[in-house]
């Protein structure tokens, strides 16, 4: 049986999936719902959305839980010192590269993003050993891998 892909969502990933019920982001979390994938976030993407809904929809607090937990979403270590040395030598923005420190060490299969300022096609970042992308990149990745949502040619 092959293992389920790993998934590492980034905040804008995150945030995106909590404002709209029809987006790639929440499918992909409705893939983690149905056991098709598996969810990752790390802890500073936990803050960073919480304090983004407290700012912006704090009426939709109560449901960043319940997503959560329906997803099955795995909530992976503070990253260590290597991979955030690692993922500041690619990113100068402090921030996104504690999120990228934090998906390098849960060895994600693909990270979710929807910052095409620092993370989505990023040069810097093709060294990685997981491919980054928009929901739909992912989605379409998915599909093209032979996992769960192969299409028959």
């Not at 992976?76 to 060490?105: H, N, R, V």
């Amino acid at each position: 049986m092959r293992p389920r892909p790993r998934l590492f969502l980034d905040t804008s990933a995150m945030f995106a999936a909590l404002l709209s019920e029809t987006g790639g982001s929440r499918l992909l979390l409705k893939l983690g719902e149905a056991a098709v994938v598996q969810i990752l976030v790390g802890p500073r993407v936990l803050a960073e959305l919480d304090g983004i809904v407290v700012r912006k929809v704090p009426e939709v607090r109560p449901a960043v839980a319940l997503l959560l937990d329906a997803a099955s979403c795995e909530v992976g270590p503070m990253a260590g010192e290597l991979q955030l040395e690692l993922a500041g030598k690619a990113l100068s923005y402090a921030p996104d590269a504690q999120i990228l420190a934090e998906a390098m060490t849960v060895y994600p299969d693909y990270f979710v993003s929807l910052d095409r300022e620092h993370f989505v096609g990023n040069p810097a970042l093709s060294h990685l050993p997981f491919p980054v992308g928009t929901p739909g990149d992912c989605l379409a990745w998915l599909r093209r891998s032979g996992g769960p949502l192969a299409t028959s040619a």
